[in-house]
């Protein structure tokens, strides 16, 4: 029978062991820190974005965490999340999406100066697709800077001015059509529905922008609606 040929053990350096006993213990702490619950994660993705529906944030969760939320055990856990996160006041539900609370009450000072009259506000921005960019050819909305190729960006969909301008919001809040002013006059005041790409990570400043851009134009084209005998 053949002798198997023992190798000489290799000489461990002074101090090498303790080095990566420390070197592993760093990580593992690391870790922990890093480590953050669904309700964090979750407040998190609503304060960065400002306003988010249940799909939105599903779908954040699994780009930036990996998070399936298509598994009964997540949704459960995202359930919770969300009721703790209001019940403790961190989060506002209106209607099917979630904001913070200071976004909320800034909403409740401006129905009341309103007198219970409704005015259409600003919507979000909706986040249609996120992706990697296939070129260098897209440029951010939000920051006017190139989206490198393989970058993560997302696809998002702004139709504030549209809506208040064709009457589909006021529709919505009375829940039905008395009361409600006509609208379908989003041609003439040359409104759309835009879409375009930002970075991934330029969301909340996009949301801050487009509510700028809708602030500032939307009393002009109320004050051209009311004059045309557009608006009530």
Known sequence: KAKRRLMPARKRKAGEHDDKVSANK???????????TMKEMVVHLVEEIGKAGLATIKKELQIRYDIDCKSQRNKTRLKKALETAVSAKILRKTGGSYLTQESSSDEDESEDESDGKYEP????????????AKSNRSTCKACNSAIAKGASRHRVSDDSL?????????????????GCYRGGYEEIYGTSRETYFIHADCLKLANRLAEEHFNAEWPLIREAMTYNGHFP
């Open 26 to 36: 760093k990580n593992k702490t690391a870790k922990k820190k890093t480590k953050m």
């Open 121 to 132: 506000v600003f919507r979000g921005l909706r986040v249609m697709k996120t992706e990697k």
């Open 162 to 178: 549209y809506v208040a301008v064709s009457g589909g919001e006021r529709n919505a809040y009375n829940g039905s059509h008395e």
